[in-house]
């Protein structure tokens, strides 16, 4: 089993709908990341998050640590939000490695 | 600011052959990493390093080998490669173990 799980795989939506991934993870972290993979294979870091939630524009990352789960919400959806989501977490044993989920493939139809 | 830049962009190789791909980043970064990147699965780390003349392994660091000669560049070297290493490679850095990454463009790999 994957230490860092994503649901769902891929996520087709409607422009303006309220969009939820979710990350769920087996081990003790210290830090969990969100990044944004574009369709020509970019890479962003949207996210750092160790505990509570953030915001950044549209943009809305939560962690619950007892829990070991993270959810990214994307408000007000648009096309240009279609893109891989991805989940990254820093395991409290591994020093200075990531380790990543596969990913959620988001598409927002117009 | 470039940020983290990758060369080449794209490239193909026949089976034993060596190349080395380049990472530049300009934000004075202490850290850089290799990943790879294959349909599937999540980026694997290959190889980081911590600062100049500094590397250590990563998760999946066979076939590979890398050098930090200067605090701004990091080189990933295949010496001999496999078809297995067909990948798309992306170089990150970041200024301390606790900050965010930042990518470069990648590089699509083909061998053949």
């Known amino acids: 089993k994957n230490e860092v799980e994503q649901s769902p795989q891929n996520l087709t939506a409607q422009e303006g709908e309220f969009i939820t991934i979710n990350c769920s993870y087996s081990v003790g972290i210290s830090a969990l990341h969100w990044l944004q993979q574009h369709p020509g294979g970019g890479i962003v870091s949207l996210f750092m998050l160790s505990s509570g939630k953030k915001k950044h524009g549209r943009l809305i990352a939560t962690i619950n640590i007892q829990e070991k789960h993270s959810s990214l919400h994307i408000t007000a959806s648009h096309p240009r939000d279609s893109a891989v989501y991805i989940c990254?977490?820093?395991?409290?044993?591994?020093?200075?490695?990531?380790?990543f989920g596969e990913g959620t493939q988001l598409t927002v139809n117009p | 600011n470039a940020g983290v830049t990758q060369t080449p962009k794209f490239r193909v190789l026949k089976t034993g052959q060596s190349m080395t791909l380049l990472c530049a980043q300009d934000m004075n970064h202490e850290y850089m990493y290799w990943y790879r990147q294959d349909p599937g699965m999540g980026l694997r780390l290959i190889h980081y390093?911590?600062?100049?003349?500094?590397?250590a392994k990563g998760e999946v660091p066979d076939g590979y080998n890398v050098s930090r000669l200067k605090k701004q560049n990091f080189l990933l070297g295949l010496e001999s490669a496999a078809p297995s290493q067909t990948s798309v490679y992306f170089c990150?850095?970041?200024?301390?173990?606790?900050?965010?990454?930042?990518f470069g463009a990648g590089t699509r790999l083909s061998v053949l």
């Open positions: 390093s911590v600062g100049e003349g500094t590397t």
């Open positions: 990254a977490v820093r395991v409290t044993t591994s020093g200075s490695r990531l380790t």
């Open positions: 990150a850095s970041s200024i301390g173990v606790l900050n965010i990454q930042y």
